[in-house]
């Protein structure tokens, strides 16, 4: 099958950060019931991003999602991609971060039975080539809380 034409994607992602960042987003939904992040920075050296929740979590609450971590990318989950068109978007996939201007055919990143976006950035093949995750900061700011984290693979 030909690969379809995508959008021109601007930016030059640390695989293993952004695909750490599709984790993250999905373990942070599963403890805190909150929405995936609309505002995160992901570099090589270190990467940041924001949740928006009713109260800060707790530093054992933060360690569990680190512990989280570190056990989705042990269990080595195969990243895959399949291409939709809009009128056929898997359930559960949201698309509030879509540009105005994305293209009719959509990239839809699954790892594992884990998570599932629409997403045209550069990941990993499977979660054990993220590495080690570890937390390096945590803030919270009137019902924002930030978690700075790195990878080592």
């Not at 601007?10 to 942070?28: G, I, R, S, V, Y």
């Not at 999602?65 to 195969?78: F, G, H, S």
Request: contains cysteine.
């Amino acid at each position: 099958m030909e690969e379809p034409i995508l959008n021109e994607h601007n930016k030059d992602e640390h695989a293993p950060a952004h695909t750490a960042e599709h984790l993250l987003n999905q373990t942070m939904i599963r403890m805190f019931g909150c929405e995936r992040s609309k505002n995160a920075h992901i570099e090589r050296k270190k990467s940041k991003i924001n949740y928006n929740l009713t109260t800060c979590p707790t530093p054992e609450q933060v360690a569990e999602i680190e512990k989280r971590m570190n056990e989705l990318v042990a269990q080595d989950l195969p990243v895959t991609y399949e291409f939709v068109t809009r009128d056929n978007i898997p359930a559960g996939v949201v698309l509030d971060k879509l540009p105005e201007d994305a293209s009719e055919t959509l990239r839809i990143v699954r790892i594992g039975d884990y998570d599932l976006c629409a997403c045209i950035g550069k990941h990993v093949e499977s979660t054990k080539e993220i590495g080690a995750f570890k937390i390096t900061s945590t803030s919270w700011n009137e019902g924002s809380f930030r978690i700075v984290y790195k990878v080592n693979q």
